[in-house]
């Protein structure tokens, strides 16, 4: 069954603290991406990665970091330096420029 | 201004009603767009995808892009509860270009 799953489902983030979301996906996809998404807001792009060892910036990148190991791994990691990482996270691939399919989604919250 | 403006609504329509979403933008180089259906707290799920301008129908949905005009349509015929969801478009330049510019949403409620 092909898909992208995320882990985990809802997150808790003390101050100060960093945190990792998982992204996995088995469709043999090249490419992947971090999206954050705020109430009432569109997608905002975090992080990209076309192939393997390889990752981009996207427009809100500060106080995130990634990497891309494997092709169906792209996790992400919420640093300390994140002033406001209270947001829904969305991971999706794509193996064609525009098609791009999402996981189910991380919703972080900071206590 | 946004590059992709979309109303937030909520729309509200019986059910049964033809629906009809629009976004409007600002970059005339797009050529990829997206429709995408999100259920709340739930990833986006990819709808309609149709590059450059004219008409794509697939069911009960027809996706419409008007170039000249900077404008897209997502029309839903029938409209039923389960459309009940959040209505988010999408665009690329395409090319070597990866990015997505998202709408911000359009919250449609189906009454029964």
């Known amino acids: 069954d092909g898909g992208i799953t995320q882990s985990p489902k809802y997150l808790f983030r003390k101050e100060g603290q960093n945190v990792t979301l998982s992204c996995e996906q088995n469709l043999n996809h090249d490419a992947m991406y971090w999206y954050r998404q705020d109430p009432g807001q569109g997608l905002r792009l975090i992080y990209y990665?076309?192939?393997?060892?390889?990752?981009q910036k996207g427009d809100i990148a500060e106080g995130y970091s990634v990497s891309r190991e494997k092709k169906e791994s792209f996790p992400l990691t919420v640093t300390s330096a994140q002033k406001n990482p209270t947001a829904f996270y969305l991971c999706?691939?794509?193996?064609?420029?525009?098609?791009?399919?999402f996981g189910p989604g991380t919703r972080l919250t900071v206590l | 201004q946004k590059e992709v403006e979309q109303d937030p609504g909520p729309l509200s329509v019986p059910e049964g009603a033809i629906v009809s979403l629009n976004c409007t933008y600002s970059n005339s180089a797009f050529q990829y767009f997206m429709w995408y259906r999100q259920y709340s707290r739930k990833g986006p799920e990819l709808l309609m995808y149709?590059?450059?301008?004219g008409n794509k129908e697939d069911g009960r949905f027809t996706a419409q892009v008007d170039k000249s005009s900077k404008y897209i349509s997502l029309f839903i015929r029938d409209s039923q509860p389960s459309d009940s969801a959040t209505y988010l478009c999408a665009m690329s330049v395409g090319g070597s270009s990866y990015k997505l510019i998202f709408g911000s949403g359009t919250r449609l409620l189906v009454r029964p």
């Open positions: 990665s076309q192939i393997v060892n390889d990752f």
């Open positions: 149709t590059y450059s301008s």
């Open positions: 999706a691939s794509s193996d064609r420029l525009n098609e791009q399919f």
